[in-house]
């Protein structure tokens, strides 16, 4: 089973200097790979009707992840990158397929692409895409872009996109792995049809985590196919201590679990170096150096 990191952005002020920092630190540590999760725009929460959902404001700093990891890629040599969750719906499908192409060549192949349909409608308006259909729009640009990454040339007229004739060039030297991140039987069951992994965030908790991976590798089989060859990563958020981290890693790895990717946020941490310690902490009690 893969380890990784979860990029602690919102708890760095954008300070470029982390970025290269604690990519370092998670290649010099033994990890396997760094996750970073993804918004173009944070929005002002008050006086909105109805409420946004989710958690960041318009004051928690996000890097673009294509750009941070094309910038990471040159300066590492081993550790793997992921898009943990991009939202999807609300960017352009041939610009994602063309940035991924990128990150994936300049790594030389270390590239995972998440995705997922987010929570704010703020920053769909603001990048001219349409909140409601954003379901809809992913189940057809998934395919897409597995088109656009394999295909000499694409020809396609969808509900909300066309191309006339038209080719990504430099393709990918490999298939670029597509998984879904998400909530609810919606996520799970687009992912059992279109996805090679999935991605649970572990807000919830590891118990539901672990049920609802029971029930994505039922309808992966039931769907015909290989549930071995379908990935699963749970983004470990560790407020029960490390020996609570080190016993939800090794259920994730009993339940058949691929992957599990560290969160440092939310711990009280103000500092790089502060999330750099805990990682080596970490790396030591899951024995990954």
Aim: hydrophobic share 40%; no cysteine.
């Amino acid at each position: 089973m893969q380890i990784g990191v979860v990029y602690p952005q919102t708890e760095l002020r954008g300070d470029p200097a982390a970025v290269r920092e604690i990519g370092k630190a998670v290649e010099d540590l033994g990890f396997d790979y760094l996750l970073a999760y993804d918004h173009v725009l944070g929005a002002v929460h008050a006086d909105r009707t109805p409420k946004l959902a989710g958690p960041y404001t318009e004051n928690d700093p996000f890097h673009d992840p294509f750009v941070m990891f094309g910038y990471l890629a040159g300066i590492t040599e081993r550790i793997g990158f992921v898009s943990g969750i991009l939202i999807l719906p609300q960017r352009q499908t041939a610009l994602v397929a063309r940035q991924a192409t990128d990150v994936d060549l300049l790594s030389g192949g270390r590239f995972r692409l998440g995705v997922g349909i987010g929570w704010n409608p703020v920053e769909y308006e603001a990048l001219g895409q349409d909140f409601r259909t954003r379901g809809a729009r992913q189940e057809e640009q998934v395919p897409l872009l597995r088109r656009l990454f394999t295909e000499p040339v694409v020809d396609f007229s969808g509900r909300f996109d066309r191309i006339d004739r038209a080719s990504l060039m430099p393709k990918p030297t490999r298939p670029i792995p597509i998984w879904l991140g998400g909530f609810g039987e919606a996520a799970f069951e687009r992912a059992a049809r279109l996805a090679d992994g999935f991605i649970f965030f572990g807000g919830a908790g590891l118990d539901r985590a672990l049920d609802a991976w029971g029930g994505l590798r039922a309808s992966v089989r039931n769907g015909g196919r290989s549930v071995e060859d379908f990935g699963a990563e749970y983004v470990a958020l560790p407020h029960d201590g490390i020996d609570g981290l080190r016993s939800d890693v090794e259920a994730w790895r009993g339940a058949g679990g691929s992957h599990v990717s560290v969160a440092t946020m939310g711990l009280g941490f103000d500092s790089i170096d502060a999330h750099i310690d805990y990682l080596a902490s970490v790396a030591d009690a899951l024995g990954v150096r």
